[in-house]
């Protein structure tokens, strides 16, 4: 075989762009599986943001023995109200024994619409939290439920993430 000025045969070009074109192919197949990923990530570090946005809210709620205000509110099973013989006074706010002090949000303010957030909060008195047992405490928990995004679309099913902390009455 000699070298030839004249440059590449025919055969040499084709067989050089049938590499190139299996490599771009391999490419153009991960690409949307690595987009799928970014997004999922994406949606679940904003699910994550949201409950500690809220877990955040009811930490500085007031609930003070004396004077005796209760504006974080219990709600094992539904959304937290404050407790009977109770009230929540916060400024120009102001709930009466009965009143959600979190309400649940089926759809988070814009723009985080896809996203539902719902607070449960169960007092350590009557039910034990984490094995602490004591009326100066309440565990709280917090849901962010999403529907993720898949490589065929939108997913069939929601995900969902759960924070929960304990609160301590000041």
Not at 61 to 80: E, K, R
Not at 110 to 134: E, F, K
């Amino acid at each position: 075989m000699t070298l030839d000025a004249r440059g590449l045969t025919l055969a040499e070009v084709v067989a050089a762009a049938m590499i190139v074109g299996i490599g771009l192919a391999g490419l153009m197949i991960v690409v949307p599986i690595g987009s799928f990923g970014l997004a999922e990530g994406n949606q679940l570090t904003t699910a994550t943001f949201l409950a500690e946005e809220r877990l955040e809210h009811v930490r500085n709620a007031l609930w003070t023995s004396s004077p005796d205000n209760d504006c974080v509110g219990i709600g094992p099973m539904a959304a937290p109200t404050v407790p009977a013989t109770k009230n929540c006074t916060n400024g120009a706010l102001t709930l009466a024994a009965g009143d959600v002090t979190f309400g649940d949000e089926p759809s988070v303010a814009a723009p985080y619409t896809s996203y539902a957030r719902t607070v449960r909060i169960q007092d350590c008195a009557s039910t034990p939290c984490t094995g602490i047992a004591t009326a100066g405490m309440r565990q709280v928990t917090v849901t962010i439920s999403y529907r993720p995004l898949t490589a065929a679309g939108v997913a069939a099913s929601d995900k969902s993430v759960t924070l929960t902390m304990l609160v301590a009455q000041r």
